[in-house]
């Protein structure tokens, strides 16, 4: 033991004085800033805004509440950018899976923050572009809900059976696919037969944000980033 010691504290020894930088060598700079609005104590938590690429506040809405979880996407036939948001009371989980109490949903226009209707529970969606033309269907199917793929003006169009755990470009094949699970133990991944992949989503496909999301299918959040406008 006392070897092995001595071997790990003289390679700490040995390599320690190579991580040190003189502080000469380095030049610090600031390259952007913005300001918060208030002093630190002073701020007010805002569950949904929308900040531009400068940092700068362009809409808001909500003053409390726990946002448990929302998504972005380009919905209808003219892609419009639309922000969802739910807003819970509680939440446990166990054996059996999450419940959720208090449920509230938020839709608005993701650009001007103007509150939307889209005729249905988005509660438990997810925006995955089936069939390649750079616009989203709302798969329902996270959350505990049997998987199933809505207009945006209401009705459904396809039914997903099983839970849904994971909407993205998995395939070699236009469009994204869906991945589901049944309670027994079957893993499925179902695919638009007729998809074509239009610039739109290609450019959707290549883009670092996405990619990168799709290397953290692991963590809970992914499934709803890989949306996106």
């Given amino acids: 033991m006392k070897r092995v010691c001595a071997v790990l504290c003289w390679v700490f020894v040995r390599f320690l ?3 040190v930088v003189p502080a000469a060598e380095i030049d610090l700079q600031c390259v952007t800033q913005f300001s918060l609005g208030a002093p ?26 726990h946002m448990d979880m929302g998504w972005v996407a380009r919905l209808g036939k003219d ?27 938020f839709v608005y226009d993701a650009f001007s923050g103007q509150p939307r209707k889209l005729g249905f529970p988005v509660f438990g969606s997810l925006p ?17 809900r ?38 027994e133990g079957t893993v499925r991944i179902w695919t638009d037969a007729s998809a074509r992949d239009s610039e739109a989503a290609q450019r959707r496909y290549r883009h670092r944000f996405y990619q990168a999301n799709q290397r953290l299918t692991a963590t809970g959040a992914n499934e709803i980033n890989l949306g996106g406008l």
């Fill in 128 to 144: 995955v572009d089936l069939n390649g033309d750079g616009k989203h269907e709302l798969v329902l199917g996270l959350a505990s």
């Fill in 146 to 183: 049997e998987g199933s793929v809505p207009e945006v003006q209401g009705g459904v169009l396809v039914k997903v059976p099983g839970r849904v755990v994971l909407g993205s470009k998995i395939l070699d094949r236009p469009g994204e696919q869906v991945v589901s699970y049944t309670p």
């Fill in 17 to 19: 004085p190579a991580a």
């Fill in 40 to 65: 630190l104590g002073q701020l007010r938590v805002v569950p949904m805004v929308l900040f531009d690429g400068e940092g700068r506040r362009v809409w808001s809405d909500l003053d409390k509440g």
């Fill in 79 to 105: 892609g419009r950018g639309t922000a969802m948001a739910i807003r819970i009371g509680g939440k446990t989980a166990g054996p059996q899976g999450f419940h959720r109490t208090g449920v509230e949903e």
